[in-house]
């Protein structure tokens, strides 16, 4: 075991005959400095998409995206839409396979104003949004 120990010697003493002394001395057993630590190794997350932009393609609003991840399991798509006033939060719209790059979302209501975000995932581990893409269905 690494740490200090106690380690009692007997001792004989030659200049005054055949006398024996115990001696305690305190010993530090340090680990070998060539030992290494294990460590986990950090947790896998994939990487976020970029580039995010929108357009219309006839009834529909095409989104398409630069997918940086490998080793993702999902896209999310989220969307929010207005007519007036502020945008309400966000909601998912849309789960797609890996290695997706573009969605086509097919519900626009006329005269809306949509704004656009995907990230990836892996299991329960998710990346930051990608840029807001935003568009004016008309």
Do not use: C
Request: charged share 20%; hydrophobic share 35%.
């Amino acid at each position: 075991d690494y740490g200090i120990h106690s380690l009692m010697v007997m001792v004989q003493d030659h200049e005054h005959g055949d006398n024996w002394d115990a001696r305690e001395w305190k010993v530090s057993v340090l680990a070998p400095t060539n030992s290494v630590t294990p460590t986990n190794p950090p947790p896998f997350v994939p990487s976020a998409p970029t580039g995010l932009s929108v357009q219309i393609a006839g009834n529909d609003m095409l989104l398409n995206w630069i997918n940086n991840s490998t080793g993702e399991d999902r896209y999310e798509v989220e969307m929010t839409h207005k007519k007036n006033g502020p945008f309400p939060p966000f909601s998912k719209v849309a789960t797609l396979p890996p290695n997706s790059r573009a969605y086509a979302y097919s519900f626009g209501i006329k005269n809306s104003n949509y704004q656009f975000r995907v990230r990836a995932a892996a299991g329960t581990k998710v990346t930051d949004y990608s840029n807001v893409a935003s568009i004016r269905f008309k």
